[in-house]
């Protein structure tokens, strides 16, 4: 049976400023592209979740599914609330928003349930060194950021190393072509760079002060150290690798911290970064 945890935390995001950590605006943007980018795509892993149901006898394999599917709607949910936010503030970028989920749709439907599942399976296994890079150096890119963000992005990557071996195992049982799988890499992450680049470009257009610079942070001002930055390149690549086996990854420390105060009750909406606190109305003057 799965062991993983179905968790609702009850994040808001009001009037949330776009560049939530005035520190760090490029990565700012970038975490921006990750909430609108995980809505389409968790409401694709939530589709072909649904569609893989009926192939599935074993019952430790379709809980697997079930617990997958939870966590990933509830992703999609906390990310819309935040996106719905900015969204407030910049109208114009319900066309980020639209756009994003009408790639999704039109990939769900131009694919067979084998594609969606080997896309699912390779992307799910690079996130572990990926997030383990983000998670190992939280002080360089949350550390001074709104806490709402921060702590939705930091429960979003410990649940994704949580679930790290769901797609792999969901891809195996049902599909198992390994070949298939990473014969069709370059095209998932062509995907994937085709929505964040459109995200990129809809930022410029509809957020006053958005460039070119802090669009393409990742490649120029991150602050991250280098050899780090090749260890997670290292884990991606062996990700891919047919003996892959996310269970024996490296998990960052952080994951149990979190775990740990998630179970000792503790507020996990904003555990992370500088607290927000709702402004007392101003009341007018009669
Ligand atoms: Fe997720
Ligand atoms: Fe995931």
Redesign the pocket.
């Known amino acids: 049976m799965t062991d993983l945890k179905i968790r609702r935390i009850p994040f808001s995001f009001e009037d949330v400023p776009f560049i939530w950590n005035p520190e760090n605006p490029g990565f700012s943007i970038a975490m921006n592209k990750l909430s609108f980018f ?1 809505i389409g795509f ?1 409401k694709y892993i939530c589709q072909a979740m649904a569609d893989v149901e009926p192939r599935i006898k074993d019952p430790a394999i379709l809980a697997e599914v079930r617990a997958f599917r939870a ?2 709607g509830i ?1 999609s949910n906390a990310h819309r609330r935040h996106v719905k936010a900015l969204i407030k503030q910049y109208p114009a970028l319900q066309e980020a928003l639209d756009k994003t989920i009408k790639s999704y749709d039109e990939l769900y439907a131009s694919k067979p349930l084998e594609y969606h599942l080997a896309y699912i399976g390779g992307l799910e296994s690079i996130f572990t060194p990926s997030f383990k890079l983000l998670l190992d150096h939280r002080h360089l890119l949350f550390e001074g950021g709104d806490a709402r963000v921060a702590s939705l992005m930091l429960w ?1 990557f410990c ?2 190393i949580e679930h790290r071996s769901s797609g792999l195992v969901i891809y195996n049982h049902v599909v198992g072509k390994y070949l298939y799988r990473v014969g069709n890499f370059t095209k998932f992450m062509g995907h994937v760079k085709e929505v964040t680049d459109m995200l990129g470009e809809e930022f410029k257009k509809h957020v006053p002060g958005i460039t070119d610079d802090l669009v393409n942070f990742k490649s120029k001002a991150s602050p991250l150290p280098k050899i780090a930055k090749l260890r997670s390149s290292y884990g991606i690549l062996m990700s891919q690798m047919p003996w892959h086996n996310p269970d024996h990854q490296a998990l960052p420390a952080y994951f149990q911290e979190w775990s740990d105060q998630y179970d000792r009750g503790d507020d996990m909406t904003q555990t992370y970064g500088v607290r927000w606190e709702k402004q007392p109305e101003l009341i007018a003057a009669e």
Do not use: K, L, S, T
């Open positions: 995980a968790e966590q990933e992703h979003h649940e994704e």
